[in-house]
Nanobody, 116 residues
Framework: QVQLEESGGGLVQAGGSLRLSCTAS????????MGWFRQAPGKEREFVAT????????YYADSVKGRFTISRDNAKNTVYLQMNSLKFEDTAVYYC?????????WGQGTQVTVSS
């Protein structure tokens, strides 16, 4: 069982930056593929970024490529999402996801609001 807790959300002006953190409880954090998803009002949850456990390879949604960076610190059981050049359309609740094999876990989400 893994519990995830996100932090770092808030209100920021367009063009600004935020860094989200997601800290996991439990063992074997380094073996989990970690990801960030987001859900805007009235829309479905969508993929933002992921970092693989075995290679640390990263993948991004086209909408955030070049602006967002996902990273992890296995010693701290934490994954980060650095968000730069934020746009109004980045406004959403951001969720952390941990996946190992066929099992996935979600955090409770953190609100990011970008004012135009």
């Amino acid at each position: 069982q893994v519990q995830l807790e996100e932090s770092g959300g808030g209100l920021v002006q367009a063009g600004g930056s935020l860094r989200l953190s997601c800290t996991a409880s439990g063992r074997s954090f380094s073996r989990y593929t970690m990801g960030w998803f987001r859900q805007a009002p009235g829309k479905e949850r969508e993929f933002v970024a992921t970092i693989m456990w075995i290679s640390n390879s990263t993948y991004y949604a086209d909408s955030v490529k070049g602006r967002f960076t996902i990273s992890r610190d296995n010693a701290k059981n934490t994954v980060y999402l650095q968000m730069n050049s934020l746009k109004f359309e980045d406004t959403a609740v951001y969720y952390c996801n941990a996946r190992l094999g066929g099992t996935g876990y979600w955090g409770q989400g953190t609100q990011v609001t970008v004012s135009s």
